[in-house]
């Protein structure tokens, strides 16, 4: 068996090829990425082929002989994307398409690729069903949206089998604290750290789908070994999470008592996320598994331990929320 993964070298590419792996020792696995934001480093010695390589250049090499492919490389967050929408359009929409192109040349049989909550916008109601409409609300949500569609469209056009995973609110070990695309679990960690005081947008009443990075690796796994399974599928957790409740588990959690601080709301911010997560249950067989607090309490022994080990301060940027 062999998979191609794109974006390995990210956040999320890099315990997806752990999991593969682990999954399945004797997998023959090639890793893209073109290190634009990924680091290498990050794979350590996990027995794979990396190749420094764009999405948007012919891969026909790579793909020979290649069963599925799960394109997780992307430009990724929101911030990026309104200051440079067509960097952000090329990587997402170009990448995708060009990708799907080598995918068809190659005979490659099945594509997961990685879509985001960011295509629903607003919701009109929760939890958000798969089915409800899509009204993104940044470059990003309308790039993601539209790869997703691409992906699909070339299940039916060309026969490829195709799902499109939409990943909620994903921390864990490994997300970089200094980047503007950062999850708001990831920079109160980093504030946390340095003993500043954590803020709020907002009343703090706002509610995310928060999903560790295991579980997401976990639910790509499943849907890359899961074919027939097709269309778009929710990956979170299933759970609401206040931002207020989330600050004040962090500091529990993390022993530091520093204030948390209110600021005015941001414009067009979502009020209510949570995702129904029952299309994933019934066809991938996945649910997720790691509780809040425990992985807020792995998260901080980690970022806790890495401090200690590089003794320097995390560089603090600002987050998407
Ligand atoms: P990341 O930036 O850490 O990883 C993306 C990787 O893709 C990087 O290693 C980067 O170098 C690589 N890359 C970018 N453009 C490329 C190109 N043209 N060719 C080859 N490689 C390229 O981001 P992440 O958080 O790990 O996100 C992974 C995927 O999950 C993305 O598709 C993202 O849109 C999606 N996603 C992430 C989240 C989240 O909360 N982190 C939520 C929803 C969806």
Request: proline residues 6%; glycine residues 10%; aromatic residues 6%.
């Amino acid at each position: 068996m062999r998979i191609v993964l794109t974006g390995g070298a990210g956040f999320i590419g890099s315990h997806v090829a752990a999991a593969l792996l682990t999954q399945d020792p004797a997998l023959d696995l090639a890793v893209i990425d073109n290190l634009s934001t990924g680091d290498r480093a990050r794979l350590g010695t996990l027995p794979l082929a990396f190749h420094r390589r764009d999405v948007r250049e012919p891969l026909d090499d790579l793909l020979a002989d290649t069963q599925v492919v799960v394109h997780l490389a992307a430009s990724a967050g929101v911030p990026r994307s309104v200051a440079d929408p067509l960097a952000d359009a090329q990587a997402n929409i170009a990448g995708t398409v060009a990708l799907l192109e080598s995918c068809r040349r190659a005979g490659v049989r099945r594509v997961v690729y990685a879509s985001s909550a960011a295509i629903y916008g607003v919701p009109d109601r929760v939890p958000i069903r798969e089915d409800a409409p899509t009204h993104p609300l940044s470059p990003y949500g309308l790039s993601k949206l539209t790869g997703e569609q691409y992906v699909l469209l070339y299940g039916d056009l060309f026969g490829l089998d195709t799902c499109a995973l939409r990943f909620f609110n994903v921390y864990g070990p490994g997300q970089r604290p200094d980047s503007s695309y950062s999850g708001v679990i990831t920079i109160f960690n980093a504030r946390l750290l340095r003993h500043q005081p954590l803020c709020i947008e907002g009343d703090g009443q706002q509610t995310k789908d928060f999903i560790h990075v295991h579980d997401v690796a976990r639910a790509v796994e499943l849907a890359a070994r899961t074919s027939g399974a097709n269309g778009a599928y929710n990956i979170a957790s299933g759970g609401p999470t206040g931002i207020l409740h989330l600050a004040r588990t962090m500091r529990r959690v993390s022993g530091r008592t520093v204030p948390i601080e209110f600021h005015p709301p941001r414009p067009g911010d979502v009020r209510q996320s949570v995702a129904a997560v029952q299309r994933a249950a019934q066809d991938l067989g996945f649910r997720a598994q790691v509780g809040l607090e425990t992985g807020l309490r792995a998260l901080w022994q980690h970022t806790d331990a890495a401090a200690e080990e590089r003794a320097v301060p995390f560089p603090v940027g600002k987050g998407k929320g």
